[in-house]
Structures are given as structure tokens and as C-alpha cells.
């Protein structure tokens, strides 16, 4: 069974720049996370999607970040326009929830961004 | 808000030690305590998980008892390998006032050496 893909792998762009991220959930999963990871530190939550709705967003800095999950499989993050601070880690992971249980979250290797 | 504390790291050890990571947490209410690794370039890996007190998550030798007394879920393993050298990190998840987002700790890096 494939696992949780992501792309690019690595990212290097100048400041100001926009950047997009892109996320192919396990198969039939339908809870999508995105999580930033600085340098050091555990991943935070973004954003989590339950199909193809938001449904915790509360620390996506909405100025700048944006997340789409059309048809509630596929997931793009997007920086415009990226900042120093946004090099980071961002990891995407996915689950299948039912019935209030909680399920293992599964996650990809993540996009590594550098902004200059 | 929940937190998750994670001993300071880094950790290095010899093959065959015995390892312990602590980790302490904050939460409201009844948590779902998890530990995560991660191998250089891979993902985040569930290493073992326990969702309520007194329980006992085990996986690969390692194992981790959800503690609510002391609010706590050490890592321990009694004879670590070369191939258990990773980022360990230590998580915790309240469905009831977060849903299942997870609140990870900042991570131990473990260094085992031949």
C-alpha cells in the first residue's frame, strides 16, 4: 500500500515569493493534516480537513497560507508571499476517522523549505 | 492549552543500553498519549500508543505506560540497537476539546553507537 506522498521534496525560493505544496493522502482516507515543523522543534498543526472541508484552520496564518482539498482526496498548501520565518518542514498526514475513534495518522516525508 | 515537555536531548548511548525518554504532558481532559520516530529522511512513524491510564503501549522492544498520576508516558527500552538511532517524539491527542489533532513535543534526538 502506497503511503502518504508528497511533492516537492525540498524547496529553496526568495523571499516574497509564492510556493505550493502538494499532498497525495493514503487511499480512502478521508481526514487530511497539514503540519509545519521548525527546525528542532515537533510539528504543529495548519490545518485538518475532514473530506473536503476545513474543520480546524484555527492556526493557519490566513494572511499568507492558504489550503484547498478539492474533491477530498488531494491537498495543496500554498505561502503567498513567503517569509524568512516560513523555512520550515511541512508535513502532511492522513487518517480515516469513524465513529469518534481515534485513528493512527499516518504521514508523508514532507516538503523541507528554505526561503532566502 | 495541551503541551507535551520532552526530556532535553540529545541522547547518546552504547548498542545494548537501556534507553529512557521522559515525557510529561498538560491536557484538560483524558488524553490519548502517542510516540512518534523519526528516521533520517523518512516520515513520522506511530511507534506505540496507549489511550487511557494505566494503559501500556508496546512496539519493537520499546514500551511506554500512560501514567495519569504523575501525567506522564516515558520511552523505555531495555537493549537498544544501532538501527534504533532516530528523532523520538513524544504526542498527545484530546479528541473532546482539540479533535484528533496532535500536540507534539519538541522532539529527543538518539544517537546509538556501535
Known amino acids: 500500500e502506497a503511503g502518504v506522498v508528497q511533492s516537492p521534496r525540498y524547496k529553496i525560493i526568495e523571499k516574497k515569493q509564492p510556493v505550493a505544496f502538494w499532498c497525495n493522502p493514503i487511499s480512502g482516507h478521508n481526514t487530511l493534516y497539514w503540519y509545519r515543523q521548525n527546525l528542532g522543534q515537533g510539528p504543529e498543526l495548519l490545518i485538518r480537513?475532514?473530506?473536503?472541508?476545513?474543520?480546524?484552520d484555527s492556526q493557519l496564518p490566513k494572511d499568507r497560507f492558504s489550503a484547498e482539498r478539492l474533491k477530498g482526496v488531494d491537498s495543496t498548501l500554498k505561502i503567498q508571499p513567503a517569509e524568512l520565518g516560513d523555512s520550515a518542514v511541512y508535513l502532511c498526514a492522513s487518517s480515516l476517522e469513524m465513529g469518534g475513534i481515534l485513528e493512527t495518522q499516518y504521514f508523508g516525508p514532507g516538503t523541507r523549505l528554505l526561503v532566502l | 492549552g495541551d503541551s507535551v515537555t520532552q526530556m532535553e536531548g540529545p541522547v547518546t548511548l552504547s548498542e545494548e543500553a537501556f534507553l529512557t525518554i521522559n515525557c510529561t504532558y498538560t491536557a484538560t481532559g483524558y488524553p490519548s498519549l502517542f510516540w512518534y520516530v523519526q528516521y533520517p529522511g523518512e516520515g513520522l512513524q506511530l511507534l506505540l500508543k496507549?489511550?487511557?491510564?494505566?494503559d501500556k503501549g508496546s512496539n519493537k522492544g520499546f514500551e511506554a505506560t500512560y501514567r495519569k498520576e504523575t501525567t506522564s508516558f516515558h520511552l523505555e527500552k531495555g537493549s537498544v540497537q544501532v538501527s534504533d538511532s532516530a528523532v523520538y517524539f513524544c504526542?498527545?491527542?484530546?479528541?473532546?476539546?482539540?479533535?484528533?489533532?496532535?500536540?507534539f513535543g519538541e522532539g529527543t534526538q538518539l544517537t546509538v553507537n556501535p
Open positions: 480537513y475532514e473530506n473536503e472541508e476545513a474543520v480546524d
Open positions: 504526542a498527545l491527542s484530546e479528541r473532546e476539546t482539540s479533535g484528533s489533532r496532535l500536540t
Open positions: 496507549a489511550t487511557k491510564a494505566d
